[in-house]
């Protein structure tokens, strides 16, 4: 019996990045689609890269978290919509606020194996369109009449129909197992870490700060392609400071004593689609780019936040990046001292330094914070829940491409569920 042979894993290339500026739900963007935000930001690389050649990509991979029934096959209707080639393969992808980056680590791994040369992944969410579910005792009145014989059954069927089967089941960011908010259950985590109000501020303020000046030295000019009459993101607000952060009222953990999570230290609903452009080092020299940076690495973990969040325990919901870090180093033999840029999506503030504790407890060095999130992350941006991981992707890419020296950037994205994806970005 013969077997194929195994291919060596090739080095995978991030090429570049690009998305529409994030925009506050119900704003400028309350009637585009996952489709039309998404579609967006592929014709944005299509523009960069010229990658409006027959077979230029070799697939797309994309996901969002927030999807109409109409959008079961949103990453090839976003081909098709698009001007990239129409023979483009592509497919879905979704793992909550993970989806972005999980779609870049699974087009890496064909890139990697040599199953394509080249593709393109990410992912796209709006707040504003959430879909809307019928009434469940309605949907089933509805099926029963059309499973009825006869006219006479199906108007049976249908005369079961009361008002209040009318009222439709409105998404609710709660997890089904917990009943509670994603922010409810961050402040469960706060409480266990003892994270604090002033501490939290800070972290926002910074972010803004920080964003704001990325963007005034032109940092986001490859990244960020104009839509619907926004060029930047909505949700910056460059005179943000800790003392304008400290006068807004909590707004999660109301349940217990000195609550500190406010509108302010978390991120706003937000709509936004973001992807990047990954190659093979030969797909890429072949048409004189240069790689921005390479993905090295990546883990995903999960943790029990049912039992955790509820009993108070430290194994929160958005906490299972305090295991995939250090699993992924102690596989990589890497330590933080060895990256020069850490990227930490910012859900909540205090999910950012809850998440910095843990890894310190698991053995980790300290993350020096002048390393951390240097051109501001979700706090600032905003979070279109499967759109972050690809604009982090293609921020530290870029970050690290700036630094014209050898370097390396750490990422970090929690997830609804108790998940967590963590990635590793090189530049030789």
Request: hydrophobic fraction near 45%.
């Amino acid at each position: 019996m013969s077997f194929v042979k195994r291919p060596e894993a090739r080095r995978v290339a991030i090429v570049g990045g690009s998305r529409v500026p994030f925009a506050r739900s119900d704003g400028p963007y309350a009637t585009a689609s996952n489709q039309e935000m998404l579609t967006a930001a592929v014709d944005g690389l299509v523009a960069r890269f010229g990658l409006d050649a027959p077979g230029a990509v070799g697939e797309l991979v994309a996901g969002a978290v927030l999807k109409h029934s109409r959008d079961f096959n949103l990453a090839r209707e976003t081909v098709l919509g698009s001007k990239l080639d129409a023979r483009t393969p592509a497919y879905d992808i979704q793992q909550a606020c993970g989806t972005g980056l999980q779609a870049v680590v699974a087009a890496a791994n064909k890139i990697a194996l040599g199953q394509t040369e080249s593709a393109v992944a990410g992912g796209a969410d709006t707040a504003s369109d959430a879909p809307l579910g019928v009434n469940d005792r309605l949907r089933r009145i509805l099926l029963e009449a059309r499973r009825a014989g006869s006219t006479g059954a199906r108007l049976k069927a249908l005369a079961q129909v009361r008002p209040s089967h009318l009222i439709p089941d409105i998404p609710r960011n709660a997890e089904p197992r917990t009943g509670l908010s994603m922010g409810e259950h961050a402040a469960v985590t706060a409480r266990a870490w003892g994270i604090g109000r002033a501490a939290q501020d800070e972290l926002a303020a910074a972010s803004h700060r920080r964003l704001a000046a990325a963007y005034e030295r032109g940092f986001f000019r490859d990244l960020v392609v104009p839509f619907r009459g926004l060029d930047r993101d909505q949700n910056l607000r460059p005179d943000s400071t800790v003392e304008k952060l400290a006068e807004l009222k909590p707004v999660f953990g109301l349940d217990a004593p000195g609550p500190t999570m406010t509108a302010g230290n978390s991120t706003p609903l937000t709509d936004g689609a973001a992807v990047v452009l990954l190659a093979s080092e030969e797909w890429a020299d072949a048409r004189g780019l240069e790689p921005l940076a390479y993905l090295t690495a990546y883990e995903t973990a999960a943790v029990d936040f049912v039992r955790g969040d509820v009993a108070g325990g430290e194994d929160g919901l958005l906490m299972a990046p305090a295991y995939a870090v250090p699993r992924m180093l102690e596989r990589t033999g890497l330590g933080i001292e060895d990256f020069d840029l850490v990227e930490i999506h910012e859900a909540f503030a205090s999910q950012v330094l809850a998440t910095l504790a843990a890894w310190e407890k698991r053995g980790l060095a300290p993350v020096d914070r002048e390393r951390l999130n240097v051109a501001g992350s979700s706090l600032a941006t905003g979070h279109p829940f499967a759109a972050t991981g690809a604009r982090i992707v293609a921020t530290l890419a870029a970050l690290l491409a700036e630094r014209e020296v050898p370097s390396r950037g750490l990422i970090s994205v929690c997830a609804a569920g108790g998940q967590g994806v963590t990635a590793v970005l090189e530049r030789a």
